[in-house]
């Protein structure tokens, strides 16, 4: 592929939701344009950008993929996103190496949960878009619907730029608006040639397009309203200025599967879809933290930002990068401007799915990917070193279900933590936590797919065999009431014997305010020397409650009295003491189970409101507070316990069919009622006599 000026380069993102054909669009398009010979099909897992053997078993996307192509003496590199939630970690990614949105939506369906959030990611990457009817020879397929619809969620500005001939098995092929003119198998066809009811209906739809572009611009407008039309330039012009602002959403139509629309298609990204020249200055930080503002320019300042990072256990980490100013250099020096460390630039590549092509350079506006970068992952900025630039970084969305993850065999668990440090870099919505305390290693992602494919990863790339289950939940214990105890080591074993002797009281203390010690030892009835050991020996004790085996919390030991023997006391006596007399005072003074508490933000559409508060209750919730978002939706503040919340993800999304989103985090802990906390005790005896037969 030759290499492109920057105003010739288009970067668009192939988006929207879970089976709306992005794929197979995307495999058209690159077929219309002679990239490939042979088009793929995802029943067969042979599509170009489907090439991960968990996409071709499953038959989705989980990768963002790059495929670029030549169209008309423009390079057009289309970005292949998922389109399932799960994966909207790739997605955001995505937008970020990309000036402009290919958003597709089914002919049947209509505008679903994803397209709203995609809508909603583009909004805040300041992308243009370009809508896509798909599938446009299925049963029922109805553009003017679709169209209805989009211009009833996202407004007025949405229009249509083509109009179909005929739909479902009729589909024939697109009329375009600007010229009046009918494309099919054959070619392009005169919109008198072409069924009335069509010819009409296309016509009505060229005036709408005349007037909302004649909208977006007041010298427009006046020309309108004197001529009643636009000149085709002026509109031509004038479509490309409203797409590339924003102010204006083109609505086109294909059926990909059959190669009707695809070459309308290409054509129109290279005419209206914006080229990095058109996009403005990017913001960028200098070293002294001031703003500086990057044009795309291949002789400017280097500034190129990693979106994406697959790693590889033979190849190593391949890292897919945007240049937004100057131009990077295969075999080159580089400065890792966020890590402020050095980077050697190995061989750069343009990809094709997983076709590599070797380049000699990237220039500004160009995406491509290099091998085996040492310091530099997911969102870091390569710079030159005496002018380092930082581009904002990428704003992954956060985790929302967490699994306890096990290896199954001891090769496994050394293999483990290495294998979860590249998946780490590969993926940045993925968290890892160690929890000790509950002997856990804890993985977070965006859902239950995603992280049984992250299981499967780990099995496929990394030999590592795991098993999910849901995370144990952080119980404590506590103390109601007061006690007064003794604890007395005494042991005679020939020789110099054990004896230590404390007495100690044991009261709670509030939610929250943690362990407190208190020496009331007077008259040397215990030594000091050994006042620590005692100690130790009740902070180990409490490590382990009688309860249910939770550590003990919010309670005061008060060390009151004791007593000694010259030549048998011993450090270790008074811990084994101390240790004894606080599992005897926990017994005494009505012990209870703890649960953490999480202070919950659920994001839905207002009328769903009242099946989530439902929910919420039923799960022993209680609704702190509501507050309009100004979208439509309502934020909903909740506590909610923990053990009500760890398969919430899935809840929340079948109630409200994806669209409901939720952040979650600590709160506090609070005593679980009395029917509960027998089940979660019975539990923990279960759990002990396994591991003890074991």
């Not at 091998?371 to 390569?382: I, N, P, Q, R, W």
Request: net charge negative; aromatic share 6%.
């Amino acid at each position: 592929m030759k290499r492109y000026a920057s105003d010739r380069i288009r970067n668009v993102a192939v988006a929207g939701h879970g089976g709306t054909g992005k794929t197979t669009l995307v495999e058209a398009l690159l077929f219309a344009a002679k990239a490939i010979d042979r088009l793929g099909r995802i029943e067969d897992g042979t599509t170009t950008t489907d090439f991960d053997p968990e996409e071709i078993r499953r038959k989705i996307t989980v990768n963002a993929a790059l495929a670029p192509l030549e169209w008309r003496d423009h390079k057009v590199t289309l970005v292949d996103t998922p389109g399932y939630p799960d994966f909207i970690g790739e997605v955001t990614g995505a937008l970020r190496a990309v000036e402009g949105v290919l958003l597709c939506v089914d002919a049947v369906a209509g505008v679903e949960v994803q397209t709203e959030k995609i809508w909603a990611l583009a909004d805040r990457e300041r992308l243009s878009r370009i809508v896509v009817v798909t599938r446009m020879d299925r049963e029922n397929a109805a553009f003017p619907r679709v169209l209805e619809g989009l211009q009833a969620r996202f407004g007025r500005r949405v229009v249509a730029l083509q109009w179909p001939v005929g739909s479902d098995a009729s589909f024939a092929g697109v009329v375009d608006l600007l010229e009046l003119r009918g494309y099919g198998d054959a070619g392009p066809v005169p919109l008198e040639h072409l069924p009335e009811e069509v010819a009409t209906a296309a016509r009505a739809a060229r005036e709408r397009l005349v007037e909302a572009v004649a909208e977006t611009d007041d010298s427009l407008t006046e020309a309108y309203l004197e001529r009643g039309e636009l000149a085709a330039e002026a509109l031509a012009a004038g479509l490309r200025a409203g797409v590339r602002s924003g102010a204006l959403v083109p609505v086109l139509c294909a059926a990909a599967a059959r190669g009707l629309g695809t070459a309308p298609l290409l054509d129109v990204l290279v005419a209206v879809a914006p080229a990095p020249t058109d996009r403005g200055p990017v913001a960028a930080q200098d070293a002294k933290g001031g703003q500086v503002a990057l044009a795309a320019d291949p002789a400017g300042p280097l500034a190129a930002q990693v979106f994406k990072t697959m790693a590889d256990p033979y190849v190593g980490k391949l890292s897919y990068l945007r240049v937004f100013s100057g131009t990077l250099t295969s075999d080159s020096q580089a400065w890792n401007a966020v890590k402020g460390k050095a980077e050697r630039v190995g061989q750069l590549f343009l990809l094709r799915g997983k076709h590599q092509e070797a380049v000699p350079e990237l220039p500004a506006g160009d995406i491509g990917a290099v091998a085996k970068l040492a310091e530099t992952a997911t969102g870091d900025t390569l710079a030159d070193k005496d002018h380092p630039l930082v581009l904002p970084p990428i704003e992954f969305p956060r985790p929302a279900i967490a699994m306890a993850i096990q290896p199954k065999s001891k090769a496994d668990e050394d293999k483990l933590g290495t294998a979860l440090g590249r998946l780490l870099e590969e993926d940045h919505t993925l968290l890892i936590q160690r929890a000790s305390e509950m002997k856990q290693t804890v993985i977070s992602g965006m859902g239950e797919s995603h992280l049984e494919i992250v299981a499967d990863r780990l099995k496929r790339k990394f030999g590592v065999e795991v098993v999910l289950a849901p995370p144990r939940v952080p119980y404590r214990e506590t103390v109601r009431g007061h006690a007064r105890v003794q604890g007395k080591y005494k042991k005679q074993t020939g020789g110099r014997g054990q004896y230590g002797d404390c007495w100690i009281e044991l009261d709670p203390r509030s939610r929250g305010e943690g362990y407190e010690f208190v020496d009331k030892i007077f008259g040397g009835a215990i030594p000091r020397q050994y006042i620590p050991a005692v100690e130790k020996g009740i902070k180990e004790a409490m490590e382990e409650g009688i309860v249910a085996g939770y550590p003990v919390v919010d309670v005061r030991v008060t060390l009151v009295d004791g007593s000694y023997h010259e030549v048998d006391s011993s450090e270790m006596a008074f811990k084994i003491a101390g240790s004894m007399a606080f599992k005897k005072a926990m017994q005494e003074a009505k012990p209870v189970l703890l649960e953490p508490i999480l202070a919950v933000a659920v994001r839905v559409p207002e009328e769903q409101m009242g099946d989530i508060i439902g929910d919420l209750n039923a799960k022993r919730g209680r609704i702190q507070g509501m507050e309009p978002a100004g979208d439509g939706t309502t934020v909903i503040r909740a506590q909610v316990p923990m053990a009500e919340m760890l398969r919430y993800a899935s809840d929340l999304r079948s109630l409200t069919g994806g669209r409901g989103t939720f952040e979650q985090e600590f709160s506090h802990y609070e005593e679980v009622p009395a029917h509960i906390a027998e089940k979660v005790i019975a539990d923990a005896r279960k759990q002990k006599e396994a591991v003890a037969s074991h």
